[in-house]
């Protein structure tokens, strides 16, 4: 037994040492400031919202996209249908903003093979003009004044195909649901940038990517808009660009039932979408929680039976791999999020713990993603039988969703 609890306490100080040098590189990259687009190089843009259910955050978003320090946009929102609750939100925000490129529309056509995010977005850039870059955002997002330049302004290089920022959960209340969501994206925020991963939620598209590739009629097959991206990019041989500065605050709350249905979804867009990192990601992931189970077993034995350095052994390794988590997440935090916007650790034990339990979580996360074939999704039922085969089972409203999926806050449309 003190073999294997040696062995797992080498495999745990190695992940402490990985995530130490991971974030190193990536707060190097975050530290080069990117700087927002110059008056003679805005391109036109279009900015695409599609809006299913009235998210708390939907005004404050729509007033952020009015105020954008940005000449050539326009926006579209794409109501989800002409009873959708979001739509008296978008009427009254938009009565007290006269005079703005704002167009609303309604979703024509919910399509039956893919998601309700995905039917809009095809609609929507189906009539594109003279625009020159696509901008997706998302309700649970609120844009800055800048945000529209700091996200073109990387377009300018010929090799960048798309910009994207990403989101940070900021939990006010400390529930478990919320606090597992967050260690959680913590990390995904890292992981996605190294893999070169996009975030629907932030994301600008070059329309020659649009143009040039059949990312639209993928669209109308997939479960979701953003990962599918990758694949497009790389046969273009373009590149996906991270923008720091846009690393947009989420402070929506969710219980643990509504935290894993969340991490469910995106789990399974990446297997679906992006096999590669879905696999050599969450291997490394099952090699953690295992050396963290097989260490708090021999910590238990060892105090149970009086074997002092076995229990030493578990609890070094599971102390220091959850603590050198937490302390990276504190520095990613104090350093990229805006000033007065962190930290959200009020609770340092309970954190502590949800860093623990986020490692366990995952295990039954990768596996329900691995399996999975139905998900509810905004009050949708979808059959997934692959990357291409997404079954929309019965169109609904959103005013006629249960109400448990209607309270579900699970980051909106992401």
């Known amino acids: 037994m003190a073999t294997l609890a040696l062995i797992s306490l080498g495999l745990l100080l190695l992940v402490a040492l990985e995530q130490c040098v991971a974030v190193l590189v990536f707060m190097r990259y975050c530290r080069q400031r990117s700087v927002p687009a110059t008056d003679g190089v805005l391109p036109n843009v279009l900015v695409v919202l599609p809006v299913r259910g009235a998210d708390d955050t939907l005004a404050d978003c729509i007033g952020g996209l009015a105020r954008q320090d940005y000449a050539n946009y326009r926006v579209r929102i794409v109501l989800d249908s002409?009873?959708?609750?979001?739509r008296q939100v978008v009427d009254d925000v938009l009565a007290d903003l006269p005079d703005l490129p704002i167009?609303?529309?309604?979703?024509?056509e919910p399509h039956a093979r893919c998601s309700l995010k995905c039917s809009a977005v095809y609609q929507v850039t189906e009539n594109l003009g003279d625009c020159e870059v696509v901008a997706l955002l998302d309700t649970d997002?609120?844009?800055h004044a800048n945000w529209l330049r700091e996200l073109i302004?990387?377009?300018a290089d010929e090799q960048v195909g798309a910009t994207t920022g990403n989101r940070w959960y900021l939990p006010q209340q400390g529930q478990w649901g919320s606090l597992v969501r967050y260690c959680w994206n913590a990390a995904a925020v890292a992981t996605m940038y190294f893999w070169g991963m996009p975030w629907g939620g932030t994301l600008a598209i070059k329309r020659k990517v649009l143009d040039g590739t059949d990312l639209r009629e993928r669209w109308l097959r997939a479960g979701c808009e953003d990962v599918p991206l990758v694949a497009v990019l790389k046969k273009l041989r373009l590149q996906v660009h991270f923008v720091p500065s846009l690393l947009m605050v989420d402070r929506n709350e969710c219980a643990m039932r509504a935290c894993l249905r969340f991490l469910d979804r995106q789990l399974l867009w990446t297997r679906l979408y992006y096999p590669a990192c879905w696999w050599i990601c969450n291997i490394w992931q099952v090699a953690i929680a295992l050396s963290m189970v097989v260490l708090l077993?021999?910590?238990l034995a060892g105090l149970a039976t009086g074997q002092w350095l076995l229990l030493a052994y578990g609890a070094l390794g599971i102390g220091i791999c959850v603590t050198t988590s937490l302390l990276m997440v504190r520095w990613m935090e104090h350093d990229l999020l805006p000033q007065g916007k962190g930290p959200a650790?009020?609770?340092p034990l309970k954190t502590w713990c949800a860093v623990a339990l986020t490692s366990l979580l995952i295990v039954r996360v990768i596996w329900i993603s691995l399996w999975t074939r139905e998900i509810k999704?905004?009050?949708i039922d979808y059959k997934i039988s692959g990357p291409w085969d997404v079954q929309l089972v019965e169109y609904r409203p959103y005013s006629a969703a249960p109400?448990?999926?209607e309270a579900e806050q699970s980051g909106a449309l992401v």
């Open 82 to 86: 002409d009873v959708d609750p979001g």
């Open 103 to 108: 167009e609303v529309v309604e979703l024509v």
């Open 141 to 143: 997002v609120v844009p």
């Open 153 to 155: 302004a990387p377009l």
């Open 297 to 299: 077993f021999c910590a």
């Open 345 to 347: 650790m009020r609770w």
């Open 377 to 379: 999704w905004r009050g």
């Open 403 to 405: 109400p448990a999926a």
